[in-house]
């Protein structure tokens, strides 16, 4: 089955309301394609529709704005991050580099409703303390890259989304395709974005269960808002994170996979080759870590970007809000796949099984 053919197979099954996705074969855009609403009853999505792109945030932004920096020798990938921010050390943190950080090897908690909190979200993580020793588990940290994203503002003087725009995204040619804050350029019935969850806060994730307020039972469903970040720890930050906030295009978020491979043949729009090619290198500190800086690579057994991908050295992300990306270094393929799964609810896990089929129908397609 083409690739056409399957994502609106996805639509007509409920994996989404909508989605959108780009595949790149070196620097060539070999497919782009859009299908379903921006949200129920609404718009239809088309090839520019913004999504979302929740983690994502994490490789399009953080890790690259990071790169950048080290390749202007502001900072090492190794240094601590109280050189940058002393509070940040507090609570037995004094230590944590921001390779720990990058490689989600810290120790620090998986996640905090730090919108629920009575300080503001960084004096929160500044309290935060490590759950265990670093380099002795992978623990996916949504406050690792938020910490990140404060340092390349105290680093720079500059904010986030400032410094990623001018030095990242525009540097790339991706500022046309991506940002932060979108909610607050003009009214939300103009923008082409794809809605996500409806409540705030919103409903509780597997695992947060108890954390997170439930939203109250036999009540009229709230009126979606595109361009308002889902997560809530990114809304109480102003839309503006390390791990989360940015919307983008399919295209854009492929094109940035296209670029990874002109970083790591020489470009150097950004760092050079040496930073790129540890930027994409495994974590073998850490026993049983999957995890690159900023990256993850696939998992042996299971994973999201489907077997053929898995058994290839890859890059590669996922979004919470139904986005991802993956990147075969060795075949010089990147897939974009963007959707608004968790749109009204995000009880819908159907896309698990359906990122791995669309990677590898991709796979066939384009790579013979």
């Known amino acids: 089955m083409n690739l056409t053919s399957l994502l609106r197979q996805g639509l007509d099954q409920g994996v989404f309301p909508g989605a959108s996705a780009t595949v790149f074969h070196g620097e060539r855009c070999v497919h782009e394609d859009a299908c379903g609403v921006r949200w129920l009853d609404g718009p239809p999505v088309d090839v520019t529709t913004r999504f979302d792109l929740a983690s994502l945030t994490k490789i399009l932004a953080t890790l690259p704005a990071l790169l950048r920096l080290a390749d202007l020798r502001e900072l090492s990938i190794d ?7 002393p509070a940040f050390g507090a609570r037995g943190k004094a230590d944590l580099t921001l390779r720990m950080l990058l490689t ?4 620090l908690p998986a996640w ?3 919108f629920l ?3 503001a979200p960084l004096t929160s993580v500044e309290r935060s303390e490590v759950d265990r020793p670093p380099w002795t588990e992978a623990t996916y940290s949504d406050l690792g890259f938020i910490a990140l994203g404060s340092v390349v503002e105290r680093v720079t003087g500059m904010r986030l989304d400032d410094f990623v725009r001018e030095e990242v995204h525009v540097r790339l040619g991706l500022e046309d395709q991506m940002g932060f804050r979108p909610i607050g350029v003009e009214s939300t019935a103009d923008l082409n974005i794809a809605a996500t969850g409806l409540w705030r806060p919103r409903e509780p994730a597997a695992g947060q269960e108890g954390l997170v307020p439930a939203p109250p039972p036999n009540v009229e469903l709230p009126a979606p808002r595109p361009g308002e970040v889902d997560d809530d720890n990114a809304l109480a930050m ?3 994170s390390g791990h989360a906030g940015l919307f983008g295009t399919a295209r854009g978020v492929g094109l940035f996979g296209a670029r990874v491979f002109e970083e790591l043949e020489g470009a150097r729009r950004l760092a050079s080759v040496e930073l790129w090619r540890e930027a994409c290198r495994r974590d073998a500190r850490t026993p049983n870590s999957t995890r690159a800086l900023g990256f993850d690579t696939p998992s042996a057994e299971g994973s999201s970007a489907g077997p053929s991908i898995a058994a290839s050295r ?4 996922l979004g ?7 990147i075969d270094l060795d075949r010089q393929l990147a897939i974009a796949l963007l959707t608004n799964r968790v749109h009204p609810t995000r009880g819908n896990d159907a896309i698990k099984a359906f990122r791995p089929q669309f990677c590898e129908a991709a796979l066939q397609e384009f790579v013979p």
């Open 79 to 85: 240094d601590r991050v109280t050189r940058f921010w």
């Open 104 to 107: 989600h090897a810290s120790g």
């Open 112 to 114: 905090k409703p730090l």
């Open 117 to 119: 909190e009575s300080v």
């Open 238 to 240: 102003g839309g503006v």
């Open 314 to 317: 890859a890059v590669g992300h």
């Open 320 to 326: 919470f809000t139904g986005t991802s990306l993956w």
